[in-house]
């Protein structure tokens, strides 16, 4: 199930699950994120969530009616006296360049609405530059919604069977019959198509009686996708063996938090999932 977050304009809320969202009053402007998105967005650009959109319409500003009724009678017409009581009217010597000026002002109005529909209302291309039909579009974006649910999946599945992916064992390292070990390197296994940022790993050293002598932590930075990272262990004047095991494991393109001491939550379908 799809996990969002939003923006209250100071701070990130979240996540949230679609029924959630349901009792929230957002809007078209609402900032929203969910895992597969490469950016905030607004929450009227997500297909899913346009049914609970809330739209605040606001009302025609009230005029009195007595104003709206009111009737205003024009002044009453008197014909004008000329020069000499000759009943002709003045010539309107402005009428043709008014009449030109109006005729231009149109015209550029035309040819830039011309210009604007050409433009903005053309056919869409491929980067091949073949044609796309409307129908096509509509497929390249089911296509891109069904690729981001993939990735969305393939993640989930990752973070909640990271054990079956990232590990950590030993070189040959040395050891004193009497009790020491040296020249220990500790080397995670990322077996994941993504970089980690930080993995912890607990060494216990074994005494030869078989208690724990001591436990350190070796922490190694950005694994590579699909690749072994190592990093010296310190030393210890006790003990005849180790062992090794992931504490924890943070990742930022996988958006995983994972901590081998806390147990998650009941329920929780991706309990490792953080920002």
């Not at 509509?138 to 990271?162: G, M, P, V």
């Not at 699909?226 to 063996?241: H, I, N, Y």
Request: aromatic residues 10%; charged residues 20%.
């Amino acid at each position: 199930m799809r996990k969002y977050f939003i923006h209250n304009g100071q701070s990130e809320l979240g996540p949230f699950d679609f029924e959630q969202l349901k009792t929230m009053q957002l809007k078209n402007e609402t900032p929203i994120w969910y895992e597969g998105l490469h950016n905030w967005t607004t929450a009227n650009n997500i297909k899913e969530l346009k049914s609970i959109l809330n739209s605040i319409v606001s009302p025609p500003k009230f005029e009195n009616f007595a104003q709206q009724n009111s009737t205003i009678n024009p002044p009453i017409f008197s014909k004008p006296v000329y020069e000499n009581n000759q009943n002709f009217a003045p010539k309107k010597k402005k009428t043709l360049r008014n009449i030109l000026i109006g005729v231009g002002v149109l015209a550029v109005l035309f040819f830039g609405l011309v210009i604007y529909a050409s433009t903005n209302s053309g056919p869409s291309y491929d980067e091949n530059g073949e044609f796309l039909s409307s129908e096509s579009v509509y497929n390249q974006d089911a296509e891109k919604d069904r690729i981001n649910a993939e990735l969305t999946e393939k993640n989930r599945s990752y973070r909640n069977n990271i054990e079956q992916y990232v590990g950590a064992n030993t070189n040959q390292y040395s050891y004193n019959e009497l009790g020491g070990i040296s020249n220990l390197d500790i080397i995670v296994t990322n077996n994941t198509e993504y970089l980690l940022n930080e993995v912890n790993v607990a060494v216990d050293y074994i005494k030869d009686s078989g208690g724990i002598y001591k436990t350190e932590i070796v922490a190694i930075y950005n694994i590579p996708a699909k690749q072994d990272k190592s990093a010296s262990a310190p030393e210890s004047d006790r003990g005849t063996s180790v062992t090794t095991k992931v504490q924890s494991i943070s990742s930022k393109k996988l958006h995983m938090c994972y901590n081998n001491y806390i147990a998650p939550k009941a329920g929780e379908i991706d309990p490792y999932f953080c920002r």
